[in-house]
């Protein structure tokens, strides 16, 4: 079992950056790549970056530019999210993806982009 848990949501202008995080414990053996993902209201969850364990990261194209993905150990994934707009409002979802294509979520973290 992996356990994810989000931080550092929130509310911002148009223009803005925002900095989420991810953290992960539990037995991590089988992840083969952290990710991002979003559901915005009325709309299918998609992926946002995905950074595998060799450090190959994997963008949207909506998002190529404005935000990166990092990685500083195997137990914690960030999103640096800069140039934000409004279509960018939506939960945000961390995801532990497993090597034979399983996963685990977090709980998800709400970004805001509004004026």
């Known amino acids: 079992q992996v356990q994810l848990v989000e931080s550092g949501g929130g509310l911002v202008q148009p223009g803005g950056s925002l900095r989420l995080s991810c953290a992960a414990s539990g037995s991590i053996f089988n992840v083969n790549a952290m990710g991002w993902y979003r559901q915005a209201p009325g709309k299918q969850c998609e992926l946002v970056a995905e950074i595998r364990n060799g450090g190959i990261r994997n963008y949207a194209e909506f998002v190529k530019g404005r935000f990166t993905i990092s990685r500083d150990n195997a137990r914690k994934v960030d999103l640096q999210m800069n140039s934000l707009n409004p279509e960018d409002t939506a939960v945000y979802y961390c995801?532990?993806?497993?090597?034979w294509g399983g996963g685990y979520w977090g709980q998800g973290t709400q970004v805001t982009v509004s004026s």
């Open positions: 995801k532990a993806v497993l090597l």
